[in-house]
């Protein structure tokens, strides 16, 4: 079954502290992997995919085939980075892409 | 240029009345998607269209559900004697269809959100 599993619904962190934002994926194909964050009244929007392998407001995620992982990692929190983010899983599916979102996870960034 | 535009942004209606819920995709993107946003849920994906055809409506909850799009262009999600459930935030969104390698990216747009009394 393809399927993205975000386990925290809620990350509380302090401003400068390192964030994790946990995302497993259960996938039979190559996968390919984006992160999508919706801040407080704006649309959702795509952060990273692991395609690009960049670095994107101090953002990274790699790819984990052996865990079957694609952890968002920042070093230091900041009170800007307070938002929803959604891990997403692009499947192939009668020709064509479809992306698969997990859960969400909220990240609360305090001063 | 203009991204993704949805309306209403807001709807409220009463169980079993119908709604209609328009998307205006970004120019030149051929593919469009529409997704359901519930409280808790994440995003539940609904129908893909590419072009005029949707080749993929596995998301649909149940037959009181359609979506049509006309002209390559705009599409409508209907939702048919809707229920307390129905209630949600309803996003579409468009991209460039994949001629080699790669997802392209999706572009949403601001939603509208749904509530059923």
């Known amino acids: 079954a393809q399927r993205v599993t975000q386990p925290e619904k809620l990350l509380s962190v302090f401003k400068g502290a390192p964030v994790e934002l946990k995302c497993n994926y259960s996938?039979?194909?190559?996968?390919?992997l984006f992160w999508y964050v919706q801040y407080s009244r704006q649309r959702l929007q795509l952060l990273l995919r692991h395609i690009s392998r960049e670095s994107i407001k101090g953002f990274t995620a790699d790819l984990n085939k052996g865990e079957t992982s694609f952890h968002l990692k920042k070093p230091f929190a900041q009170e800007e980075d307070s938002a929803m983010y959604y891990c997403?899983?692009?499947?192939?599916?009668?020709?064509?892409?479809?992306?698969?979102f997990g859960a969400g996870t909220r990240l609360a960034v305090h001063p | 240029g203009a991204g993704v535009s949805q309306s209403p942004s807001n709807k409220v209606t009463e169980k079993g009345k119908d709604v209609e819920l328009r998307c205006d995709p970004i120019s030149g993107h051929t593919a469009l998607y529409w997704y359901r946003q519930s409280l808790g849920q994440g995003l539940e994906f609904l129908i893909y269209f590419q072009g005029n055809s949707a080749p993929d409506k596995s998301g649909l909850p149940s037959d009181r559900f359609s979506a049509e799009r006309t002209g390559g262009s705009v599409s409508t999600l209907t939702i048919q004697r809707t229920q307390q459930e129905d209630s949600a935030v309803y996003l579409c969104a468009s991209s460039l269809r994949r001629t080699s390698g790669g997802q392209e990216t999706q572009y949403f747009g601001p939603g509208t959100r749904l509530l059923v009394l």
């Open positions: 997403a899983l692009s499947t192939i599916s009668g020709g064509y892409n479809k992306l698969i």
């Open positions: 996938y039979s194909g190559s996968p390919e």
